[in-house]
């Protein structure tokens, strides 16, 4: 069974930058695709990085050149390195973990990941 812990979320000022970190355990093929989303208040989630087992990433459009994941293997740790920020960043960011697509790839839809951290809170004020 995979566990997901979040960390690194907090207050910032917008066009800062913050650093989230999500410590991951449990069987590695349940963790072929590992993605962050976020959630503001009365809002989806939506997803914001997915960072595929061959190295691969996808972003929205929304935070792309802004926002970066990466995996550190050796820790079993998924970050995402947030630059720029804005207001309109402020969410619960979680982290999830889920398998691949029969295609290979890794979907962006909340219900095919299977496990989800507790999620941590990032605000950007102005």
């Known amino acids: 069974q995979v566990q997901l812990v979040e960390s690194g979320g907090g207050s910032v000022q917008a066009g800062g930058s913050l650093t989230l970190s999500c410590a991951a355990s449990g069987y590695p093929s349940s963790r072929s695709c590992m993605a962050w989303f976020r959630q503001a208040p009365g809002k989806e989630r939506d997803w914001v990085a997915i960072?595929?087992?061959?190295?691969?990433?996808s972003y929205p459009t929304s935070v792309k050149g802004r926002f970066t994941i990466s995996q550190d293997n050796a820790k079993n740790t998924l970050y995402l390195q947030m630059n720029s920020l804005k207001l309109e960043d402020t969410a619960m960011y979680y982290c999830a973990a889920g398998p691949l697509s029969v295609s290979g790839g890794c979907y962006t839809t909340t219900t095919r990941y299977n496990a989800w951290g507790q999620g941590t809170q990032v605000t950007v004020s102005s």
């Open positions: 960072w595929r087992s061959d190295g691969g990433t």
